[in-house]
């Protein structure tokens, strides 16, 4: 029996005739992507700031104006991870001055926009569904465009993949945590400059293939410009073009040399910041945080990756702090997770060369997951080793694969009407628990308390969960509570150099509980470990003022004032003690 020859490429042009469902289904979609966006996460528009959104919105003086995005250089003082990350995260930072010039502080107005911008991003899910399930070419090319599926079948699978990208709980920390719009606007910018690529090499007229192209590009230096981890992009849309398209080589080239060309932005950005140019070394410590090295932050990873696909597949466990181990060597836990990775990676390859459209699409789908996750877990030491939020991006890749599963259930299904009721109602029952669990993760996000609660008692041996919680009590005014939370977090840690946190909110609690002695140790130690800070002088003043120690009171208010010359406090106290003639 002979070799069989390689199928012809398709020529470039496309069909007469596209299956398309009706515009009415098209809209029935969107609108029950909107309606269920909004139900499952209207719980968190009263949630308040927390954590980095404190840092980069609420004390961030760069977002009260525009003029910092019109050529003045970020001011001195602002906030380190601003400093750092405000060029290179411009696009995000825009619509977070967007939202202060409407609001102000209100959280309410900022929660709002991440829940649009997580519902755009379902819709662009099912645009992007439906352009790869029916309308690329394909390896089998136009004339087996729809591989025996009906439209009405594809279109399911594109809205089952839209469907669990807006659903899945997992999504929940890049929506109800302000601060991380980086993640959800990075892919709105992503998935737009993927669509609008495959949509210009579908149109036949030049007008609209060209007005698309230039979408797609101004769409990845967008992208390029709001988080980092949109870096692998312009590889996963020449991913595209060579899995879904056939042209000469230097037709492919000339049209991917400019999306390629965008991966020098962020590069650049890390080293030449604020008008100085930085060493690679450098650029590296600066994107990617101080802890842990390269070697155990990279033999670390594949655990984590392994812990996102679990949460997509069973979204147990969730936790806004994680706190996986830091490998330090290719133990056995390490070179499973390696191995497991390895082979659904082979596997993926294996589909995205299939002749099936479907394969091809769950094959690329596998592809974006890992590529798109290569920026923030493998070999760049970013601060922590897992959050949640970094799933988002790559997450739409296995939505692909699921949305390829639900059209095959429909299509295996088609002959059956009790079958088919049947795979609808696992499929809405799954839809309904997972919306469910959104909703409820949703909600904790909205309660700072309760939020840290979790986090600690899931991270029991990590400190920051711990100090937040207790700020969070000593704030409430549950002084012992928080008290007790802070000395955990110094337990755990004892050596943080963040800890001058710690301690002056321990010498609050300590304060209001009128335990002196141990409060005037936790304000030196705070002092100790930020002696530029003017609050730590200014509180163990009156500490030692309720001690009846007025010189020792009157020094602290002077180091204060040192330190803040603004400090209307600690001068009214000196003058008070003048006046006493202490």
Known sequence: MGKKRPRPAAPEKAPGKVPRAGFWA???VLLLLAALGAAIYAVSVKGPFLFDDHGYITNNPLI??????FGERPQPGVNENVDIHFSGRAAAFFTFALNYAAGGLDPSGYHVFNIALHVLNSWLVYW??????SRVPGRGGWADMTQGYTPGQLRAGAAAAALLFLCH????QAVAYVSQRFASLSALFCLLSLGCYLSSRLSAGRAPRWAFYGAALLSAVAAMKTKENSFPLPFMIAAAEFLFFSAPLKARLKLLLPLLLTLLIIPAGLMYHGGEARTAAAAMTAAGGKNPDVKSYALSQP???VAYLKLLAWPSGQNADHDPPLRTS???????????LAALAAYGARLAVSEDRLRAVSGFGLGWFFVMSAVESSVIPLGDLMFEHRAYL???GLALCAGALAAWAARLTAGSRTARLAAAAVFLAACAGLSSAARARAQLWSDEGALWRDAAAKSPRKARPHYNLGSVLVRAERFAEGAAELELALAVY???PDNADVYYNLGLARARLEDYPRAVKAFLAAQQLAPERDSAYFNLGIVYLKQGRPEAARRQFEEALKRNPGHLKARAKLEQLAAAGL
């Open 64 to 69: 009260t104006n525009f003029s910092a995005f």
């Open 494 to 496: 004892p050596d943080n």
């Open 26 to 28: 098209h809209a029935a």
């Open 330 to 340: 290719a133990g056995a836990p390490v070179l499973g997770a390696l191995l497991l």
């Open 128 to 133: 992007l569904a439906l352009l790869l399930f």
């Open 303 to 305: 655990e984590a990756l």
């Open 394 to 396: 790559p997450s739409f």
């Open 169 to 172: 709980p997992l999504q929940t």
